[in-house]
Protein backbone atom coordinates (compact mmCIF):
# COMPACT_ATOMS: atom_id res chain seq x y z
CA UNK A 1 0.00 0.00 0.00
CA UNK A 2 1.29 3.40 -1.03
CA UNK A 3 1.84 6.56 0.94
CA UNK A 4 -1.32 8.04 2.20
CA UNK A 5 -1.39 11.83 1.23
CA UNK A 6 0.52 13.77 3.29
CA UNK A 7 -0.65 15.50 6.57
CA UNK A 8 0.90 17.60 8.97
CA UNK A 9 1.09 14.64 10.97
CA UNK A 10 2.95 12.35 8.55
CA UNK A 11 5.23 14.96 7.51
CA UNK A 12 5.81 15.77 11.90
CA UNK A 13 6.93 12.24 11.84
CA UNK A 14 9.19 11.44 8.59
CA UNK A 15 11.01 15.10 9.81
CA UNK A 16 11.82 13.42 13.36
CA UNK A 17 12.90 10.21 11.61
CA UNK A 18 10.04 8.26 13.44
CA UNK A 19 9.00 4.97 11.89
CA UNK A 20 5.22 4.68 11.60
CA UNK A 21 2.51 2.23 9.68
CA UNK A 22 -0.14 3.59 7.61
CA UNK A 23 -3.54 1.69 8.41
CA UNK A 24 -6.52 3.57 6.24
CA UNK A 25 -10.07 2.74 6.82
CA UNK A 26 -13.81 4.07 6.18
CA UNK A 27 -14.32 6.58 8.33
CA UNK A 28 -17.99 6.74 10.09
CA UNK A 29 -19.19 9.95 11.85
CA UNK A 30 -19.58 9.29 15.30
CA UNK A 31 -17.76 5.72 15.14
CA UNK A 32 -14.93 6.24 17.19
CA UNK A 33 -12.53 4.34 17.98
CA UNK A 34 -14.81 0.95 18.35
CA UNK A 35 -15.23 1.33 14.16
CA UNK A 36 -11.58 2.19 13.89
CA UNK A 37 -10.74 -1.06 15.82
CA UNK A 38 -12.74 -2.87 13.75
CA UNK A 39 -11.87 -2.17 10.58
CA UNK A 40 -8.24 -2.63 11.05
CA UNK A 41 -8.75 -5.55 13.26
CA UNK A 42 -7.06 -4.17 16.15
CA UNK A 43 -7.78 -4.36 20.07
CA UNK A 44 -9.44 -0.79 20.65
CA UNK A 45 -7.44 -0.48 24.23
CA UNK A 46 -4.25 -0.29 21.57
CA UNK A 47 -6.32 2.67 19.97
CA UNK A 48 -5.49 6.07 20.86
CA UNK A 49 -8.08 8.94 20.65
CA UNK A 50 -6.11 12.49 20.64
CA UNK A 51 -8.80 14.61 22.72
CA UNK A 52 -8.26 18.47 22.49
CA UNK A 53 -9.79 20.34 25.89
CA UNK A 54 -9.33 23.28 27.48
CA UNK A 55 -9.04 25.25 31.09
CA UNK A 56 -10.29 27.12 33.07
CA UNK A 57 -8.52 29.80 31.74
CA UNK A 58 -9.60 28.60 27.70
CA UNK A 59 -6.64 26.89 27.24
CA UNK A 60 -6.10 24.10 25.14
CA UNK A 61 -4.37 20.71 26.17
CA UNK A 62 -4.63 17.48 24.72
CA UNK A 63 -5.05 14.11 26.56
CA UNK A 64 -4.14 10.78 24.59
CA UNK A 65 -6.64 8.01 26.14
CA UNK A 66 -6.99 4.77 25.25
CA UNK A 67 -10.08 3.70 22.44
CA UNK A 68 -11.69 1.94 25.33
CA UNK A 69 -11.96 4.27 28.00
CA UNK A 70 -13.23 7.50 29.14
CA UNK A 71 -11.07 10.64 30.75
CA UNK A 72 -12.04 11.61 34.37
CA UNK A 73 -11.79 15.45 33.55
CA UNK A 74 -11.71 15.80 37.51
CA UNK A 75 -8.94 13.47 37.97
CA UNK A 76 -7.16 15.25 35.17
CA UNK A 77 -7.57 18.99 36.04
CA UNK A 78 -6.10 17.43 39.53
CA UNK A 79 -3.07 16.07 38.47
CA UNK A 80 -2.29 18.84 36.69
CA UNK A 81 -3.25 21.76 39.08
CA UNK A 82 -6.56 22.91 36.74
CA UNK A 83 -9.50 24.39 38.46
CA UNK A 84 -11.27 22.44 35.53
CA UNK A 85 -11.10 20.77 32.63
CA UNK A 86 -13.74 20.37 29.59
CA UNK A 87 -13.64 18.76 26.30
CA UNK A 88 -13.61 21.26 23.65
CA UNK A 89 -16.23 22.25 20.90
CA UNK A 90 -15.16 20.43 17.75
CA UNK A 91 -14.89 24.41 16.69
CA UNK A 92 -12.54 25.47 19.25
CA UNK A 93 -10.66 21.71 18.89
CA UNK A 94 -10.27 22.61 15.27
CA UNK A 95 -8.50 26.10 16.45
CA UNK A 96 -6.38 24.75 18.78
CA UNK A 97 -5.37 21.54 16.81
CA UNK A 98 -5.37 22.78 13.50
CA UNK A 99 -7.31 19.25 12.25
CA UNK A 100 -10.68 18.17 11.97
CA UNK A 101 -13.09 16.35 14.66
CA UNK A 102 -12.48 12.83 13.59
CA UNK A 103 -8.92 13.45 12.40
CA UNK A 104 -6.96 14.94 15.20
CA UNK A 105 -3.31 13.43 15.64
CA UNK A 106 -1.24 14.85 18.27
CA UNK A 107 1.74 14.92 16.18
CA UNK A 108 2.20 18.11 13.92
CA UNK A 109 -0.22 20.97 15.95
CA UNK A 110 -1.20 24.21 14.93
CA UNK A 111 -0.76 25.19 18.38
CA UNK A 112 1.73 24.15 20.76
CA UNK A 113 -0.31 22.40 23.56
CA UNK A 114 0.61 20.61 26.70
CA UNK A 115 0.38 16.90 26.11
CA UNK A 116 -1.00 14.44 28.87
CA UNK A 117 -1.06 10.52 28.24
CA UNK A 118 -2.34 7.72 30.05
CA UNK A 119 0.02 5.92 32.15
CA UNK A 120 -0.96 2.70 30.73
CA UNK A 121 -0.84 3.55 26.68
CA UNK A 122 3.19 3.79 27.39
CA UNK A 123 3.02 -0.64 28.51
CA UNK A 124 1.62 -1.21 25.11
CA UNK A 125 3.66 -2.92 22.77
CA UNK A 126 2.74 -0.35 19.36
CA UNK A 127 -0.28 1.67 19.43
CA UNK A 128 -2.78 3.34 16.58
CA UNK A 129 -3.02 6.64 16.78
CA UNK A 130 -4.94 9.54 14.19
CA UNK A 131 -2.44 10.31 11.61
CA UNK A 132 -4.24 13.51 11.33
CA UNK A 133 -7.08 13.37 8.98
CA UNK A 134 -10.25 10.91 9.25
CA UNK A 135 -9.79 7.37 8.27
CA UNK A 136 -6.23 7.52 8.60
CA UNK A 137 -4.16 5.83 11.97
CA UNK A 138 -0.73 5.41 12.35
CA UNK A 139 0.93 2.33 14.14
CA UNK A 140 3.96 3.72 16.28
CA UNK A 141 6.06 2.83 19.17
CA UNK A 142 3.98 4.56 22.21
CA UNK A 143 7.72 5.88 23.77
CA UNK A 144 7.27 8.30 21.00
CA UNK A 145 4.89 10.19 22.60
CA UNK A 146 7.22 11.15 25.37
CA UNK A 147 10.44 10.97 23.67
CA UNK A 148 9.16 13.50 21.03
CA UNK A 149 5.69 15.17 22.47
CA UNK A 150 7.11 15.48 25.87
CA UNK A 151 3.82 13.90 26.75
CA UNK A 152 3.24 14.07 30.81
CA UNK A 153 2.13 10.69 32.15
CA UNK A 154 -1.15 11.16 34.03
CA UNK A 155 -3.56 8.28 35.60
CA UNK A 156 -7.05 9.92 34.34
CA UNK A 157 -8.93 7.00 32.98
CA UNK A 158 -12.69 6.70 34.61
CA UNK A 159 -12.42 2.88 35.85
CA UNK A 160 -15.75 1.21 34.96
Known amino acids: MGHVSATPATDFLRKERISFSEHVYDYIEHGGTAESAR ?3 V ?24 GDRQVSTKNL ?15 MAM ?5 MV ?7 L ?3 MPIYV ?3 I ?20 PEVLTRVLNATVVQCALTS
Open 39 to 41: QLG
Open 43 to 66: DEHCVVKTLVMHDERQKGLVVLMH
Open 77 to 91: ARQTNRKRIEPCTPD
Open 95 to 99: RFSGY
Open 102 to 108: GGTSPFG
Open 110 to 112: RKA
Open 118 to 120: EQS
Open 122 to 141: LQLEQIFINGGRRGFLVGIA
